[in-house]
């Protein structure tokens, strides 16, 4: 098969015969379809008629994180180290699905944390094109390693690039910076494509968008068809010897961009930014033996002649300037001459006397016409004189434009007058010759730019993924990001931040799982106690962000991070309220489904126990606990607030940390360390008002709430974590 057809496209999420059809026709054939979802072509793909933007967006993003690819046979340039991520589309015969992929982000929370990170990460792009690109970076599963891993390569390269060789990089940034995809104007030109092959006719359809496009019948010649004013004509059949004006004669299988020339210097015109910003990239020097810039040097490797070419699209031909110039003033310099001329013979004629003897009186009364001869033999020298002086100025003023003067241009008769109508002709010649050197011009860019055209459009490609990684390297330099290391299992973060606060937040160092620097952190359950507003749902939020961060192979927020491969992130919201009997069912189906199902996973969950009734919660949370600590593939790390009835619940060794607050300050705001303790029941919100209110109260109110807290202190100590572990061990 060397091309998709419907049935291939429809197994794309929401893509029916009709839209694929659509896209088809828009695009070109089914090769570019495949190509724009491959590449992000976003806004080529929104100028299908019924795909919105975001749609298209969605599109290519779950073409790029669904495992679709092509087979090896049909991978045309992959580059890893080099700078290049995609592979490019030849055929789409390969083009299959792996087995068993499923989404990564597991949940509508780790999509939202998804969205947020990328939404801040397309903020720092230089070009639309670009902002397009990182927003369809998508995680890696576990089935992905070695594309995460040449992606983590990339990035690396880019880093480094940015921090060794700083004034490339500012060089690159500003040149990147006019970077867009390259696209086709809409236009239609006047021009008509003819050919006499059915073969050369179906090769010539797509040029159907731009122009007239015709393939003549058995009983018309190339004669019947000079009723046009511009005609290419394509293969065999056309005229031979002296081709028509304006015609152009090319062969069957010549280049799309020659046969429509117009349509190719409108295409450079189009683009012209983006070229010209090509061509100052190629421009700049890079060094040797980094892999980013040697990217970048391959990608505009093919481009020697894209500087020169650019510099002649504002050609209007060798001599257009002066035949335009020519015909613009023609008829006011043709009318100043004429009038010099004859105020020159009047000047010279204003002493002028005709001496007449008497028997030249006699002559003329016997002949009328000779008086008249006698005042032009007179005055003849004068007015040729003259003539002779306004054809020489006449001429060099045509001369620029390379116009000969035609004979007889001025009458001798008094007074000297232009013949109107051989300037006309001049005027005619004049605009024949324009057309002529437009028309040569057109085909000589046209030829220049032809085979630029690929060239350009996968350099831009190119320089769009290099600028993605740049902009990556250049948005973790500025949040203080490191690669992360890729582990067998867990999450460990040294001074980690989170991204989304809007303020620079403490750093938090915590782990859990194999990833964890300290043996005893390396429990794969952990509950994570503590006060309202300590910090424990921004832990998770920030655990889950590193952990897509580092599965797009993109550096995290900390000075240092272990994170596991797992195949799903699963992040669980706080519930807004207890659920009916019907939600709470399907919740917990969910919950059990991936507790219970083979596969490496992060589970993230905040208050689980909002669910349902405390005390239903405590048995039920306790049984799936259970189940996380059993399952050989699982991570977990909820927030909860009832980590003591959990722990008598489940009769088993549960690993409780704690944010504790020291106190509230006078605004009632926390004081707080971010990081866990770890083995540790933290306290309260409650708690510590009432303790704020023990301090400050007198009286009976004071020993009232004295009495309050003890109890909070004797359930701490009956339900501290070392207490309960020593229990459940008795």
Same mark, same amino acid.
């Given at each position: ?47 299908? @008629? ?77 070009? =639309?094109? $670009? ?170 490797? @093919? ?92 001429? $060099? ?192 189906? =969910? ?122 202190? @004797? ?16």
């Amino acid at each position: 098969m060397s091309k998709v057809d419907g049935m291939l496209l429809t197994d794309l999420p929401g893509v029916g015969s009709s839209l694929a059809e659509r896209m088809i026709t828009c695009l070109g054939q089914a090769e570019d379809v495949w190509d724009a979802l491959r590449v992000g072509d976003i806004e080529r793909l929104a100028e299908v @008629d019924g795909l919105s933007g975001n749609r298209a967006l969605s599109l290519c993003r779950d073409f790029a994180s669904s495992g679709w690819q092509l087979s090896s046979k049909d991978a045309t340039g992959v580059r890893g180290e080099s700078g290049i991520e995609s592979v490019a589309c030849g055929s789409t015969e390969g083009i299959g699905k792996k087995e068993g992929v499923g989404p990564f982000l597991a949940t509508s929370e780790a999509e939202k944390i998804h969205h947020k990170l990328i939404e801040e990460l397309a903020k720092n792009a230089r070009s =639309k094109a $670009t902002s397009n690109r990182l927003k369809l970076l998508m995680p890696y599963s576990l089935s992905r390693v070695a594309e995460l891993n040449s992606r983590r390569v990339l990035i690396a390269n880019a880093m480094e690039l940015t921090s060794s060789h700083g004034e490339t990089a500012t060089e690159l940034r500003e040149s990147l910076g006019g970077i867009s995809r390259l696209s086709w104007p809409q236009m239609r030109c006047e021009r008509v494509v003819v050919c006499a092959d059915d073969k050369v006719a179906e090769r010539l359809s797509p040029l159907k968008k731009w122009c007239r496009v015709l393939r003549i019948s058995s009983s018309e010649t190339w004669k019947d068809y000079t009723v046009f004013s511009e005609v290419t004509w394509v293969g065999e059949g056309g005229p031979k010897g002296k081709t028509p004006d304006n015609w152009n004669i090319v062969a069957a299988n010549a280049p799309l961009g020659l046969v429509l020339p117009e349509r190719t210097i409108a295409w450079a015109k189009h683009n012209l930014k983006a070229l010209q910003s090509l061509s100052s990239i190629r421009s700049i020097v890079l060094p040797k033996n980094v892999p980013t810039a040697e990217a970048i040097t391959e990608a505009v490797i @093919d481009l020697k002649t894209l500087a020169s070419v650019l510099g002649e699209l504002g050609d209007k031909g060798e001599n257009s300037e002066a035949l335009q110039m020519v015909k613009d003033e023609l008829w006011k310099v043709a009318k100043q001459i004429e009038s010099e001329v004859q105020t020159t013979v009047s000047e010279e004629m204003a002493g002028a006397q005709l001496s007449l003897q008497g028997s030249d009186m006699l002559d003329m009364l016997a002949d009328a016409n000779l008086l008249q001869r006698r005042i032009a033999s007179a005055t003849e020298e004068v007015i040729d004189s003259a003539i002779t002086e306004a054809n020489n100025d006449l001429s $060099t003023f045509l001369g620029q434009a390379g116009i000969n003067l035609p004979r007889g241009i001025f009458s001798s008769a008094w007074p000297p007058k232009l013949d109107r109508s051989a300037l006309e002709k001049v005027e005619i010649e004049i605009d024949e010759r324009l057309e002529l050197d437009r028309t040569q011009t057109t085909l000589r860019l046209a030829r220049n730019l032809t085979p630029l055209i690929s060239a350009c459009d996968s350099a831009i490609r190119s320089l769009i993924e290099v600028d993605a990684w740049l902009t990556i390297a250049d948005w973790a330099q500025k949040e203080e990001c490191i690669m992360p290391k890729m582990v067998k299992s867990g999450v460990w973060v040294d001074k980690g931040r989170h991204l989304l606060l809007g303020f620079n937040p403490d750093p938090v160092t915590y782990g859990i799982g194999e990833a964890a620097k300290l043996k005893g952190d390396r429990q794969s359950v952990a509950l994570l106690t503590g006060a309202n507003s300590g910090g424990k749902t921004t832990l998770l939020e920030m655990l889950a962000q590193i952990t897509i961060l580092a599965h797009m192979g993109l550096p995290v927020p900390a000075k240092a991070a272990c994170v596991g491969h797992i195949e799903k992130l699963h992040i669980i919201a706080k519930a807004s309220g207890t659920q009916s009997a019907g939600a709470l069912e399907q919740t917990l189906r =969910k919950l059990a489904e991936v507790l219970t199902t083979p596969g490496k996973r992060l589970v993230l969950a905040d208050e689980l126990e909002a669910i349902t009734e405390p005390g239903a919660a405590a048995r039920i949370l306790a049984g799936m606990f259970g189940a996380a600590i059993d399952h050989p593939d699982i991570c977990m790390l909820t927030v909860t607030h009832l980590a003591p009835q959990l722990l008598k619940a489940s009769g088993r060794k549960l690993r409780i940390d704690g944010i504790e607050a020291r106190g509230l300050d006078e605004n009632l705001d926390l004081i707080v360390d971010r990081t866990p303790r770890r083995n540790h029941l933290a306290r309260s919100t409650p708690e510590l008002i009432v303790r704020r209110l023990v301090q400050q109260c007198e009286g009976d109110a004071q020993s009232l709430f004295a009495d309050i807290l003890a109890g909070f202190s @004797d359930e701490a100590d009956s339900n501290s974590p070392t207490t309960s572990l020593a229990s459940v061990t008795a």
